[in-house]
C-alpha cells in the first residue's frame, strides 16, 4: 500500500514539474513580440520621455506600440500594446520591455484611427496595468 502512496506522490510531483516548466516564458513572449518591430520604431519607443501625473510618480505617460487588435462582441476589443518598462528608478530601461492587452471600446478605437501598426499615448500604473490615452 504504501509502495502506491508513494507512486501517486511521485506522479504527481512530476506533473506539477512539468507544468511549471511548460507554464513560465522567462519575458520570451515580450522579446519575441519585440522582434517583430522594426529598429526605427524600436528606438522611438525607447527615446519616449516619461510624463508622471504628479509627485508621488507612481503612474506616467510614455508611448507604446500597438501590436494587435482583437475585436470582440460586446463592442470592446482587446489591444495588445507594447513599450519599453521605463520606470526610471527601477529598471534598465534598454532591456526590459513589457506587454499587455487594454480592454478599448471599439468606437473609440475608430474614432481616434487607431490601428495594428500605430504609436499611441499609454498610462502606465505598476500593478494595476497600462491604459491607452484615448
Given at each position: 500500500?504504501?509502495?502506491?502512496?508513494?507512486?501517486?506522490?511521485?506522479?504527481?510531483?512530476?506533473f506539477?514539474?512539468?507544468?511549471?516548466?511548460?507554464?513560465?516564458?522567462?519575458?520570451?513572449r515580450?522579446?519575441?513580440?519585440?522582434?517583430?518591430?522594426?529598429?526605427?520604431?524600436?528606438?522611438?519607443?525607447?527615446?519616449?520621455?516619461?510624463?508622471?501625473?504628479?509627485?508621488?510618480?507612481?503612474?506616467?505617460?510614455?508611448?507604446?506600440?500597438?501590436?494587435?487588435?482583437?475585436?470582440?462582441?460586446?463592442?470592446?476589443?482587446?489591444?495588445?500594446?507594447?513599450?519599453?518598462?521605463?520606470?526610471p528608478?527601477?529598471?534598465?530601461?534598454?532591456?526590459?520591455?513589457?506587454?499587455?492587452?487594454?480592454?478599448?471600446?471599439?468606437?473609440?478605437?475608430?474614432?481616434?484611427?487607431?490601428?495594428?501598426?500605430?504609436?499611441?499615448?499609454?498610462?502606465?500604473?505598476?500593478?494595476?496595468?497600462?491604459?491607452?490615452?484615448?
Amino acid at each position: 500500500m504504501g509502495y502506491v502512496i508513494t507512486m501517486c506522490v511521485v506522479v504527481i510531483a512530476a506533473f506539477v514539474a512539468i507544468a511549471y516548466v511548460l507554464g513560465r516564458d522567462n519575458g520570451e513572449r515580450e522579446e519575441k513580440c519585440f522582434t517583430g518591430i522594426d529598429a526605427d520604431t524600436q528606438d522611438e519607443l525607447y527615446r519616449t520621455p516619461i510624463m508622471f501625473d504628479d509627485d508621488s510618480r507612481r503612474t506616467w505617460h510614455q508611448k507604446g506600440f500597438v501590436h494587435h487588435i482583437e475585436p470582440k462582441s460586446d463592442g470592446s476589443a482587446d489591444v495588445r500594446v507594447l513599450w519599453y518598462n521605463a520606470h526610471p528608478s527601477k529598471t534598465i530601461r534598454k532591456t526590459e520591455t513589457g506587454v499587455d492587452t487594454v480592454s478599448v471600446a471599439q468606437k473609440d478605437i475608430k474614432a481616434n484611427g487607431v490601428k495594428e501598426g500605430d504609436i499611441v499615448r499609454i498610462a502606465v500604473r505598476p500593478g494595476e496595468g497600462v491604459a491607452i490615452d484615448i
